[in-house]
């Protein structure tokens, strides 16, 4: 990701004075694994994935192929029409996690799900995408190329996928002990 400045920090024997320390000592993991931060990552991924179907329209619309557009592909418009329909579905789910979460539920399950979808969907939208682009998509010249780059962040950042897997495996009760 371009816009991240991400590198790795070590702190070898560090010394924190008592008054410095936020919350309780040994508690920083699960202080920073905050439901919301996996919520707003997730809701952070919608309008990128329906820029990027939405100027795949256009393009495909406009590149033609064999006498006629690429949009007109029964197998592209079809593909389109089933990403934009896994977006609205993560969106559904999105919005019923948030407002259990309002209401002051226990969303852990349902927030790791929504993660783990919205990672997930963001690879297959972009990979989709730039497929239908062809060579143009590798271009720093188009967005789906960035969204390519940057979207897959979503299935590492703010917890793994696997990660969520095993929270979600943990609620079910399927997690071995």
Known sequence: MHCSDTTQIHFDDVRVPADHIIGDE????????????????????????????????????????????????????FRLAELLTEIE??????????????EGNDTTQLASMCK?????????????????????????????????RDCRVMSIGAGADEVMLSIISKYMGTLPA
């Open 26 to 77: 040994g508690m920083g993991f699960i202080y920073q694994m905050l439901q919301e931060e996996r919520l707003a990552g997730v809701a952070l991924t919608l309008r990128p994935m329906e820029k990027c179907i939405h100027e795949t329209i256009e393009y495909t619309r406009q590149r033609r192929a064999f006498g006629r557009s690429i949009l007109d592909n029964q197998v592209v418009h």
């Open 116 to 148: 783990l979808k919205a990672g997930r969907l963001c690879r297959e939208v972009t990979d989709s995408c730039l497929q239908y682009w062809g060579g143009m998509g590798f271009t720093d010249e188009v967005h789906v190329s960035r969204f390519y």
């Open 89 to 102: 579905a993560l969106r559904a789910l999105l919005y019923r996690t948030v407002d259990l979460y309002k």
